[in-house]
């Protein structure tokens, strides 16, 4: 009885990390201005890491069920941290203070997973030979931890995650208490930790950064937040009269009055507008004939259309009035669905409702590959607010919507004679508007396209880029109905088939014209000029989705100097703040690597068999805690294409890989060590092999076929993935008795730098590479394994 106890107590003080770790994410998300999961992993591990050395310090540790009302403690302490003393990254470049803030803030966000990481590790140590069942319950408790977490956020917001996960550390000191009066004191705070979760009080609500866009147009005079609503995946807020007219691309020549627009926001950013105009109201032909994606109307009249990225609805408005015939809209996100179609459905003039427009229940990705459908004209709406390109700090946003492979599929759903447009923002020097550019390029000479200059043009508004391209020629009828719209607009063309010198830089009159310059040049010689340019220009692929990551090696000198100087989240410097942090966690990781043996020889003597000759397997676990995370990392990155939302793919596969490993770790005594490694090196092999086409093929089936599909291709990995660390345990326990707190410690920490250093290996040489690696590191614990099998002690 005892024995389930125990392993019910872990379970659930694992799913209560794994909670905390998932609400991590979405505060971060919705507070800052990414998800950050690979930090918030990184730091898990490292809290693991560090309870290794406490393990090793103490003969004895404190009794579990106080460790796992520490967590519970800890998790909310982390949270009022986080909350009320909010870091500023725009200030991080010139503000000493910001730096150790951050740093404050890792260690409250770490020390929840000192304490998980000090229950298991201590579960680990106390089994001895039989360490694989206490490692089998905290993995399959993390599983149904991540699980609980995205159930839990269909009903509360991601601030009672935090309130969630202390009611299941609480639950878990409860199983652990061997006293009934402290069972019951813990389960009733569990309770109550779960009446907050529910019923957050309003003085806790999540404080976002006050660079977010909701934060700034909130300070409008007269604006109100009227709405906000929560899914698994994100949250929507709504702002009225907040002054609010976002018309991006909009003609200087426009002399029509702009209607006050509903703003929404999702995590924060945005807005997407609710434009309360019908698209049969000579208003909204008015606006529309000033708008940069009309040209695609003008070009193909009476279009029927799929509008990508369509946010809240602006685009198929515009298009509608603009003349289109039908109009596709996919569901990107069920909240502002949901918003259009019930709160501001009478506000929107049942814009979703019009006969012309069919709601695509799919992600826009999806809708490329959905129903075998073509259109006439295919258009990328510009729904995303403008990201300085200096910043850095949107650099590890995966876009699944401008990747070479979602332009090929682009154009492969047009009819004869279709068109495709997409609409970016113009930044300065450029280098969105171009990468998009050089990947319509690509993507043209992918289907056959040989000389894409007759298949192309491109204009600029004051701060818009606008590419129109075709799989045929564009025709001389074409040609004309451009410039006359061009003309009419005081847009000025980039590249035009047969354009003239006079017919440049007009308008918006710039110094050099650089775009056009840089434009032909792609045009001419896209490789060299992709090579030889300051900004990456690479097209993006499915594999290297951050379409946001522009930094080259060569610019390092530029931001350096610029360091403090430039308004911009992380001081202009965001890829080489992953740098830093990869530096950091590799500061952090030797101690706790070193410390433990240490204190454990201290202990035992260093003459002690034990700690003697300690570098196979250091070597050993080290690979496995890097291996576990270059594996874990890239699925859930990956599969954010065929889930749709990161936030789907980090629950998916973490709750199908933990619970898979779980399974492995039981499985681990009947099974011989090495042949298991070289099996799992296989399989994370033949799994970067598939995943891309099993992806592709699976984007048009329904989300529960699609969610089978992930768990299937992550599970077999996450199965062997589990046998190693738990077969190493027992034969180390053998081997060297009392070192499994070290053992703890240095998969802990490996796994701590690994999950950064993936990140830079994802964003540089893509997912695959990433997998690959991960596979690598598995080969070379290969190497560094015991020999034999490990025998299962009875009793």
Not at 379 to 401: C, I, K, N, Q
């Amino acid at each position: 009885m005892r024995c389930h106890s125990s392993s019910l107590g872990l379970a659930l003080v694992s799913a209560a990390a794994l909670v905390f770790e998932i609400g991590l994410s979405r505060l971060f998300a919705i507070q800052q201005f990414h998800h950050f999961a690979f930090v918030v992993v990184s730091l898990a591990m490292m809290g693991s890491a560090a309870s290794g050395i406490l393990l090793a310090a103490r003969s004895r540790a404190p009794s579990l069920p106080a460790l796992a009302g520490g967590l519970a403690a800890s998790v909310l302490v982390a949270y009022l941290i986080l909350n009320f003393l909010p870091f500023d990254s725009y200030s991080l470049a010139w503000d000493g203070r910001q730096v150790l803030l951050l740093g404050f803030y890792f260690l409250a966000a770490g020390t929840p997973f000192l304490f998980a990481g000090w229950v298991g590790g201590a579960c680990l140590a106390s089994a001895g030979p039989q360490a694989h069942r206490p490692y089998a319950a905290s993995l399959i408790g993390a599983s149904f931890g991540s699980l609980a977490a995205m159930l839990a956020l269909a009903w509360i917001p991601p601030e009672g995650l935090v309130f969630l996960a202390a009611a299941l550390a609480l639950a878990g000191a409860a199983a652990l208490a061997t006293r009934r009066v402290v069972r019951l004191i813990h389960l009733l705070a569990a309770l109550i930790a779960i009446a907050l979760a529910l019923r957050l009080p309003s003085f806790l609500t999540l404080r976002l950064s006050p660079y977010k866009p909701l934060v700034v147009a909130g300070l409008a005079p007269d604006a109100r937040r009227t709405l906000t609503l929560y899914s698994a995946a994100s949250r929507l807020d709504v702002l009225e009269d907040a002054g609010v007219r976002a018309f991006p691309g909009l003609s200087l020549n426009a002399g029509a009055a702009l209607p006050e627009q509903v703003a929404l926001f999702l995590d924060g950013d945005g807005p997407w507008p609710i434009t309360p105009l019908s698209p049969d109201d000579p208003a909204a032909a008015q606006i529309a004939e000033h708008m940069p994606s009309t040209i695609a109307y003008r070009l193909r009249p009476g279009a029927e259309s799929l509008i990508l990225d369509p946010g809240s609805g602006l685009d198929a408005l515009l298009a509608l009035a603009a003349g289109a015939g039908h109009i596709w809209f996919p569901g990107d996100d069920p909240l502002v669905i949901s918003a259009l179609q019930s709160e501001y459905r009478a506000f929107s003039l049942d814009l979703i409702g019009d006969p012309r427009l069919t709601l695509v229940p799919r992600s826009s990705r999806a809708a490329l590959r959905t129903g075998g459908r073509r259109y006439d004209i295919v258009h990328w709406a510009l729904s995303d607010g403008y990201r300085p390109v200096t910043s850095g700090a949107f650099s590890l946003t995966e876009d699944y919507l401008l990747t070479r492979e979602a332009v090929i599929d682009g154009l492969l759903h047009l009819r004869p004679g279709g068109i495709l447009t997409i609409t970016r923002w113009l930044q300065t020097p450029p280098s969105e508007d171009a990468r998009v550019f050089a990947t319509v390029l690509a993507a043209l000479r992918e289907i056959g396209v040989a000389d894409p200059y007759a298949h192309v043009l491109a204009f600029r508004s004051m701060r818009t880029a606008t590419i129109v391209a075709s799989p045929e020629a564009l025709s001389p009828e074409d040609l004309s109905a451009a410039r006359l719209f061009l003309e009419t607009n005081g847009y000025d063309p980039i590249v035009l088939p047969g354009i003239r010198p006079e017919e440049l830089n007009r308008y918006n009159r710039i110094p050099t014209d650089e775009y056009h310059a840089l434009y032909t040049a792609l045009l001419r010689n896209p490789s060299a000029t992709i090579a030889n340019y300051d900004f990456n220009l690479e097209p993006t692929t499915d594999d290297r989705p951050f379409f946001f990551h522009f930094f080259r090696w060569r610019q390092t000198p530029g931001v350096l100097a610029r360091l403090g100087q430039t308004w911009q989240p992380f001081g202009g410097s965001g890829y080489l703040v992953l740098l830093a942090l990869t530096a950091l966690m590799l500061a952090l990781a030797i101690p706790f690597i070193l410390l433990p043996l240490a204190l454990l020889r201290r202990r035992r003597g260093p003459a002690s068999p034990s700690t003697a000759r300690p570098a196979r397997p250091l070597l050993f676990f080290a690979c496995l805690g890097a291996g576990y995370l270059l594996v874990e990392i890239p699925l859930i990155q990956r599969l954010t294409l065929l889930l749709d939302r990161p936030s789907l793919s980090l629950a998916t596969v973490l709750f199908s890989l933990l619970l898979a490993s779980g399974a492995g770790s039981l499985l681990s005594p009947r099974m011989s060590l090495r042949p298991a490694l070289g099996a799992l090196v296989i399989c994370i092999g033949l799994t970067a092999l598939v995943l891309p086409a099993v992806t592709r093929a699976a984007l048009p089936l329904p989300f529960v076929y699609r969610l089978g599909i992930a768990s299937a291709l992550v599970a077999p990995a996450g199965l062997l993935m589990g046998i190693p660390f738990a077969a190493g345990l027992r034969r180390l326990e053998q081997d060297r008795p009392g070192l499994i707190p070290w053992a703890w410690a240095v998969n802990g920490a490996v796994s701590g730098v690994s999950g950064v250093l993936t990140a830079l290996v994802a964003l540089d040489w893509g997912h695959t590479a990433a997998l690959v690696l991960g596979a690598a590191a598995y080969a070379a614990a290969l190497t560094t394994a015991p020999a034999g099998r490990a025998s299962e002690p009875r009793g």
